[in-house]
Structures are given as C-alpha cells and as structure tokens.
C-alpha cells in the first residue's frame, strides 16, 4: 500500500496555515513573472527568507524585465543585493543570464529544464521552481530540506537532491509535486530542523520512519 499522501500533505498544510511561505513562494504569490521567480531564486540560495526578500524587491525596483537588468551594471546589482550570500557572484549570474535570456529567449525565460539549467547559476533546484511556481508546471524542486525530510521519513533512499527528485517522481502523484517544496522547506526549517528535530510535536510522525534520526525533542 502506498503512503497516505493526501493526509500528509493536508496535516502540513494545517500547522504551517499561520506561517510564513518561503520567500520564493512569497514573491511568486504577488502577480510576478517567471523572471522574477528566477532572479529572487538566485538570490536565495544560501540566504536569509528576509533578506531574499528585501534584496529581491530593491532590486525589481531598478528593473522589472531582463533588458532593463541588461542596463544595471554588475556592481549596481551587487550593490542592490546585498547582503544576500555570494551577492557578487550572484550579481554576475544574474545579468549574465538576463543577457543570454535576450540572446537565446527573445527576453522571456523559457518553460523547459533542460534550457533553464543551460543558464549560467541555474542548477535542477532553481529550475524546477521556476516551472513550478512560475509555469503551473508540475516539477518537484528538491532543496536540502526536502532532501532531508523525504530520506528521515524513508518515503525515498537517496544520496543527493537529484536522485531524491527522480524517487519522490515515482511516488509522490503529480497534483503534490509543485506544493511538497514550500510545506517542507518551511516544515523544515521549524519542525524538521537539521539538529534535534522536534518530533514529539511533529504532525507527520505516523508516517515518518525516522531514519538516522539519532537526537530529537
Ligand atoms: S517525526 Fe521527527 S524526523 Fe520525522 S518528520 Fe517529524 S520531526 Fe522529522
């Protein structure tokens, strides 16, 4: 018999009603584009949901569209980034993919993996959401919180985030493949926590293996 996943997917749904979204979710929730679904991506890895946030929207303050990104300089995107993790190297990504989007793409990001992870800074994680939240594509963006929740629960048996993306494919139905990224990021960082997991409180524990689960609260 299969996992109960409309049941998992309903009580994550219920505990994280009050929370915040993840800051990628957040933005995509606000009538943006897939470029900004992008760039606010980018800028996300290895920073802060609030600082995602504030950089993201000083930065769509100085421009909206990838030609208008194209007319920043380097340092003026660093500048409007920062303090997000890597901001230069991001700042280069960022424009260099605008470019290439104008090049390669007429201007608009295009709907499809294998031309995404083609973009310079883009890997299968920021391209699924892309997809996701930006197309209504069904894609399962597999972050290192959703890696570490899908292997403890023992819903896959994997080594790195791509084969966790390919086994959660084979199991998880497909109308839960866009949503299972925001409840478990967020799931993850206040429930799920890397160290000491919260589990005597935890709402998925019937169906959670616990596996290599050593220390807990
Ligand atoms: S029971 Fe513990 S390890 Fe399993 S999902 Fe819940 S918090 Fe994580």
Known sequence: MGLPWARIVTSLREYLESSPLPSVSQISRSTRTPFHILVSTMISLRTKDEVTLAASERL????????????????????????????????????????????????????????????????????????GLGFGIEA??????????????????????????????????RRHWIEINELLVAYGQRVCTPTSPRCSSCVIARQCERVGVERSR
Not at 62 to 69: D, R, V
Not at 140 to 169: F, M, Q, Y
């Open 140 to 173: 399962i963006c597999v972050d290192t919180h959703v890696h570490r929740i899908a292997n403890r629960c023992g819903w896959v048996d994997s080594r790195n985030p791509d084969e966790t993306e390919r086994k959660l494919e084979e199991v998880l139905p």
């Open 60 to 131: 769509f303050g100085a421009a909206q569209t990838p030609a208008e990104m194209c007319s920043l300089s380097e340092d003026r995107v660093a500048e409007l980034i920062y303090p997000a993790g890597f901001y230069r190297t991001k700042a280069r990504s960022i424009r260099e993919t605008s470019r290439l989007l104008m090049e390669r793409h007429g201007g608009d990001v295009p709907a499809h993996i294998d031309a995404l992870v083609a973009l310079p800074g883009v890997g299968r994680k920021t391209a699924n959401l892309v997809l």
